[in-house]
């Protein structure tokens, strides 16, 4: 996968997963009551980026992003300090 920006010194440049429409009992939620969701797929780093690659799927701070649609995908910028887990 590979992304439109290139971030710059320890910046990420994420793509968020899938919210899910249904919940587990089969009732079916609206936009605005969905819940986002705080694992992303890693698509570029910085330079200065330590532990993480390309392709990792993280888990990072909720309210700590910068987000950008860029040809109808949203990308996600996180400093490498706000990124909590890889899975």
């Known amino acids: 996968m590979s992304a439109p920006l290139k971030p710059l010194a320890d ?7 899938a919210v899910s429409t249904q919940t ?22 910085g330079p200065d980026v330590k532990g993480i690659k390309v392709g990792d799927k993280i ?6 992003t910068t987000e950008l649609k860029i040809d109808g995908t949203e990308y996600l910028i ?5 990124i909590l887990a890889t899975v």
């Open 11 to 17: 910046r990420v440049v994420a793509v968020r997963d």
């Open 24 to 45: 587990a009992s089969g009732i079916y939620l609206p936009d605005n009551a969905k819940e986002k969701p705080v694992l992303a797929k890693v698509a570029a780093i």
């Open 59 to 64: 888990v990072y701070k909720e309210y700590s």
């Open 78 to 82: 996180v400093k490498e300090e706000d």
